[in-house]
């Protein structure tokens, strides 16, 4: 069965820190990684998207991927009480549904 | 946000009734699903169809069917509730190998 894990938090850091979401995966074969915001009460929101070894930048984003390891990261700069939600690691196989981690829940402390 | 409605949005329902919730997508996507979101287990997989009138099981089938006639409709369909299917669900869409959408959200509650 494919897996995918998440720490569930709380991860707490104070405003204007990095804050850095890990995500491991069982699937050697998985070829997409995604990672979702989601904030309470509402539908899961794509932030990041990323295929190939290495770093992958989008504004404060940073998603980091290590397919020996198997190891997705999300980095996020210059932290915001507005990125307070939870965080959502997907992967997909070829034309597979994706599978998600049960998500970390990230607070910012202004 | 990408053209994905679900509705009903809320729903009360009691033991032993059928439900069917919908999902209408505008894009033309291939692929659509059906998760479910409950504390403690993150979102799970229900159905999902590869394309008119072809489905396949998700991780939490059980209890649950769907249908999908036309490219942009996908139904749940709760053939008699549970208490235990008192949840979020969620419709998603995607065209294979990337990123999936998701719709609003129904919120189901079983009584």
């Known amino acids: 069965q494919k897996e995918v894990e998440q720490n569930s938090g709380p991860l707490s850091v104070p405003e204007g820190a990095i804050a850095s979401l890990n995500c491991t995966y069982s699937d050697r074969g998985s070829q997409s990684f995604f990672w979702y915001r989601q904030y309470s009460g509402k539908s899961p929101e794509l932030i990041m998207s990323?295929?190939?070894?290495g770093d992958k930048e989008d504004g404060r984003f940073t998603a980091q991927l290590n397919k020996a390891s198997q190891y997705v990261s999300l980095l996020i700069r210059d932290s915001q009480p507005s990125d307070s939600a939870t965080y959502l690691c997907?992967?997909?196989?070829?034309?597979?549904?994706?599978?998600f981690g049960k998500g970390t829940r990230l607070s910012v402390i202004a | 946000d990408a053209g994905i409605t679900q509705s009903p949005r809320h729903k009360v329902t009691e033991t032993g009734t059928p439900v069917t919730l919908r999902c209408h997508q505008t894009?033309?996507?291939?692929?659509m699903y059906w998760y479910r979101q409950d504390p403690g287990h993150g979102l799970r997989l229900i159905h999902y169809?590869?394309?008119?009138?072809?489905?396949d099981k998700g991780e939490v089938s059980d209890g649950y069917s769907v249908s999908r006639s036309k490219t942009e409709d996908f139904l749940l369909t709760l053939e008699s509730a549970t208490s235990s299917q008192t949840s979020v669900y969620f419709c998603?869409?995607?065209?294979?190998?990337?990123?999936?959408?998701f719709g609003q959200g129904t919120r189901l509650t079983v009584v």
């Open positions: 169809s590869y394309g008119v009138k072809d489905t």
């Open positions: 990323i295929y190939s070894n």
């Open positions: 997907a992967v997909n196989s070829g034309n597979t549904p994706l599978v």
């Open positions: 998603a869409i995607s065209n294979g190998n990337t990123e999936a959408f």
């Open positions: 894009e033309n996507h291939r692929y």
